[in-house]
Each structure stands twice: as structure tokens, then as C-alpha cells.
T-cell receptor
Framework: SQTIHQWPATLVQPVGSPLSLECTVEGTSNPNLYWYRQAAGRGLQLLFY??????ISSEVPQNLSASRPQDRQFILSSKKLLLSDSGFYLC??????????FGSGTQLSVL | RKEVEQDPGPFNVPEGATVAFNCTYSNSASQSFFWYRQDCRKEPKLLMSVYSSGNEDGRFTAQLNRASQYISLLIRDSKLSDSATYLC??????????FGAGTRLFVKA
């Protein structure tokens, strides 16, 4: 069966510091991968999605970037965090046009 | 106009009540539809898929009306454990999945 791993669960970072969140999927090949962000009390905002190695689509221009160095690995990065980057970050995967499966999420607090 | 819109909530209901959530979507070419449940500070989890013929899973019934671009979720005999945020989710085609902002439900004893 397919599983998705996301880490860390909680992260506290100072403003201006870099960020790297990693997500890996097991049990499937060539998955569609996604990064979402959820601000406190708000809905899920799609940040990036990827349909293959090195293929990244950005939905919202902002202080973040994504990379897919391997088929089942998806990384969310920032060179310098802003206060507004705080939120709950969720990695997800799905078969084409099917339902999404989420990782357990990373709660990021930028102070 | 948002791509997926839901009742803002919150809904406060007593145990045993029946509660209905509504959702509308703007893209008539949308292809698949789901309801997710999200507990506080947790990842969303699939509650059920939604079909035009309607589908039921225990106390939960979901319905899709493609002509009206409308999705509903009915919860019967509410339990305390049903307290959560319910997210309406639409696949607009292929890769993109759009979430509604969610409707918060509080079930009280």
C-alpha cells in the first residue's frame, strides 16, 4: 500500500532563516505531488504541484520554492522566511484525477 | 468568485441532530468531488467521494447536482466525535484539486 511521509511535525524558525521541508511517498511510482499551506483558521492553499521529476508548477508567487529531485521526493524550501510564512504545511499525492492523500503535516512558526 | 464555496459555519448542534452542509463550485468541467474531514492541527482525511447518484456511508450521505454545480453532505444522528471541519473538494481536471474553506461543526452533549 502507498504511504506518505512528511517531516518534521513541528518547526520553529526565526525570521530570515532558511527552510527545507521534505516529503516522500512509498508504494507508488510517478505520483502527482502537492504542497499545500493552511494559515490559522483558514482553508488549504495550493502552493506547488509536480507531475514528474524536475517538473514544478507554482500556483501562488511567494517566498517559497519547490523541487522534485527524485520520483518520490518533494521538497519545499525558502531562502529567507517571513512572518507570513507561518502555517500548517501539508504534502499530498494522488493518482490522476483521484482523491488526495495527505502527509501528517508540518506546523511552522516563524518568530 | 471563489472556485469552491462552502457555508461559512460554524454549526453548533446537539447530539442526535441532523446537519447539512452545502458547497458550490464554479468550474462546470470539474470531474470528481469529495468531502474531507479535518480535525484541529491534523491533516485532512477523506470522508467520502460524491456521485450524481448519491452515496451513503452509515450516517453520512453525499449528493452531487451537476446542473446546479452543487454538492451536499448530510450527517444524521450527530455524535460528539463528528465535531470537526468539513472540507468540500473538487478536482477541476487532471492535476488540480481545489479545497473549499471548510465548515466547522460543533456537536454538543
Amino acid at each position: 500500500s502507498q504511504t506518505i511521509h512528511q517531516w518534521p511535525a513541528t518547526l520553529v524558525q526565526p525570521v530570515g532563516s532558511p527552510l527545507s521541508l521534505e516529503c516522500t511517498v512509498e508504494g507508488t511510482s510517478n505520483p502527482n505531488l502537492y504542497w499545500y499551506r493552511q494559515a490559522a483558521g483558514r482553508g488549504l492553499q495550493l502552493l506547488f504541484y509536480s507531475v514528474g521529476i524536475g517538473q514544478i508548477s507554482s500556483e501562488v508567487p511567494q517566498n517559497l520554492s519547490a523541487s522534485r529531485p527524485q520520483d518520490r521526493q518533494f521538497i519545499l524550501s525558502s531562502k529567507k522566511l517571513l512572518l507570513s510564512d507561518s502555517g500548517f504545511y501539508l504534502c499530498a499525492w494522488k493518482p490522476f484525477n483521484e482523491k488526495l492523500f495527505f502527509g501528517s503535516g508540518t506546523q511552522l512558526s516563524v518568530l | 468568485r471563489k472556485e469552491v464555496e462552502q457555508d461559512p459555519g460554524p454549526f453548533n448542534v446537539p447530539e442526535g441532530a441532523t446537519v447539512a452542509f452545502n458547497c458550490t463550485y464554479s468550474n462546470s468541467a470539474s470531474q470528481s468531488f469529495f468531502w474531507y474531514r479535518q480535525d484541529c492541527r491534523k491533516e485532512p482525511k477523506l470522508l467520502m467521494s460524491v456521485y450524481s447518484s448519491g452515496n451513503e456511508d452509515g450516517r453520512f450521505t453525499a449528493q452531487l447536482n451537476r446542473a446546479s454545480q452543487y454538492i451536499s453532505l448530510l450527517i444524521r444522528d450527530s455524535k460528539l466525535s463528528d465535531s470537526a471541519t468539513y472540507l468540500c473538494v473538487v478536482n477541476t481536471g487532471g492535476f488540480k484539486t481545489i479545497f473549499g474553506a471548510g465548515t466547522r461543526l460543533f456537536v454538543k452533549a
